[in-house]
């Protein structure tokens, strides 16, 4: 029976698992300029506490002073005071396992993730991205197999953001768009191999799983690539043939395992005979010519090989009564 393949769109073949071909990054990371948050908490402090301090004096002036020189220091005193707060809107906490993306105008201005209060120029906008390891767990998904047997399948990724600019601005939702990839790309290995492998060279999904999970995470590796997400592991959590034709594949499992179980025991029992002859043989304890020989080999495997425990019947007569 001859079989037919389709060229896909990535170069590749319907048989072979080809990874599919993620656009270049147009933004990759690089650290922000950033400097300790402590040195700017104080002066942010000093500049709040100089400007309150002009206020107060402006206004406590002595009436002979000029109006202007007394709005003067007001105003000093307030402009001081918001320049203060302003630049102390530069500061930020980032916590251990956590990153900020830091844009000015929309532009990419780089990424910190020094943990701890850091200052950035105040007029930027940062927002938090967890860089900490995360679990993915796929729901079961009902997929036919190489072989269009219908099964399901479930599987659990470990991964974590790798490039926080790419994360944030090569796709619309990481997180959302690791998800689908995860779940492309188990459906994907699910009909490039079959549940159980006819031939004993074929890869199965439930002979060969370290193979077939080194090439999921290949696939899943060159799906998020394009997120800046890295991929620690990946697993099947669940395997199995669909409910429709659990019950008919179970007894094709059975009926395999009954005849390898068969070929065991036959194995020994042809052992056990040739091991018997030889001993009488050995020991000249009785001469058998080939009719009899054969006799007794028929029902030594009748008696080794059969389901149920054998019937002695006692031979009152001759050896060829």
Known sequence: MSTTTKTTA????????????????????FAAYSVGGGL??????IGLAAGVCLVVAGAAVAEETSTAARVGLIALGVLVGLGALLAMCGLNMVAP??????????RYRG?????????????????????????????????????GNPIELAAV?????EDTAQAMFEVDD??????????????????????????????????????????????????????GVRIIESRFTHLAYAPEIASAMLQRQQAGAMVAARQKIVEG??????????????????????????????????????????????NAGTLYQ
Not at 10 to 29: C, F, H, I, K, L
Not at 97 to 106: D, K, S
Not at 157 to 161: D, F, I, K, L
Request: hydrophobic share 45%; charged share 25%.
């Open 10 to 29: 990535s170069g590749g073949t319907a048989g072979d698992a080809t990874p599919p071909r993620t656009p270049q990054p147009q933004v990759r990371e």
């Open 40 to 45: 700017a908490l104080l002066s942010g402090l």
């Open 97 to 106: 396992g956590e990153a900020r993306v830091v844009q000015l105008f929309g």
């Open 111 to 147: 990424t910190v993730r020094a943990d701890g209060l850091r200052w950035v120029n105040p007029l930027t906008s940062r927002v938090a991205i967890s860089t900490r390891v995360r679990n993915h767990e796929t729901a079961v998904l009902k997929v036919n197999d190489a072989y």
């Open 157 to 161: 990724v470990v991964w974590r953001v």
């Open 174 to 227: 990481f997180e959302q768009f690791v998800s689908t990839q995860t779940e492309a790309a188990v459906r994907h290995i699910a009909i490039e191999y079959p549940y159980d492998a006819h031939d004993e060279e074929g890869l199965s999904l439930r002979g060969d799983a370290e193979e077939i999970t080194e090439k999921l995470a290949a696939e899943l590796h060159a799906r998020v690539a394009a997120a």
């Open 269 to 314: 029992a042809v052992g056990m005979v040739e091991a018997a002859l030889d001993r009488i043989a050995e020991r000249d304890i009785v001469e058998l010519d080939p009719e009899r020989k054969a006799a007794m080999v028929s029902n030594l495997m009748v008696v080794l090989c059969g389901d149920r425990s054998a019937q002695p019947v006692v």
